[in-house]
């Protein structure tokens, strides 16, 4: 069973950093797409950013372009998404997912064939 575990989730005041990390835990972490959602409390799930096959092809939501970077390291079988300047608006459960082989949509979470539990991230002052 390939399950994902998201982790680096915690409290930071606006203008900080924080680099959550999604690891696969069995398979072959190259054949999979990855995405980072989030969900903040009453709203719903929304894309946030993902990976391709192809490191060079990725994918952000405007609110987080220039401020966020999803990157892969195949050898160890993780993605991360590295998130710079938080601002209050960033906080919510940030969840990772996988899609294997085959047709994509990096915005749409009914293309994605495995998810993350969750991880927590807090912005406030």
């Known amino acids: 069973q390939v399950q994902l575990v998201e982790s680096g989730g915690a409290s930071r005041q606006p203008g900080d950093s924080l680099r959550l990390s999604c690891a696969l835990s069995?398979?072959?972490?190259?054949?999979?797409?990855m995405g980072w959602f989030r969900q903040a409390p009453g709203k719903m799930r929304e894309f946030v950013s993902a990976?391709?096959?192809?490191?060079?092809?990725?994918y952000y939501r405007d609110s987080v372009r220039g401020r966020f970077t999803i990157s892969r390291d195949n050898a160890e079988n993780t993605a991360y998404l590295q998130m710079n300047n938080l601002k209050p608006e960033d906080t919510g459960v940030y969840y990772c997912?996988?899609?294997?082989?085959?047709?994509?949509?990096?915005?749409?979470?009914?293309?994605?064939?495995?998810w993350g539990q969750g991880t927590q991230v807090t912005v406030s002052a």
């Open positions: 990976i391709s096959w192809d490191p060079s092809i990725t």
């Open positions: 069995r398979g072959t972490f190259s054949s999979y797409a």
């Open positions: 997912a996988a899609r294997y082989r085959g047709s994509w949509g990096p915005l749409e979470t009914d293309l994605y064939d495995y």
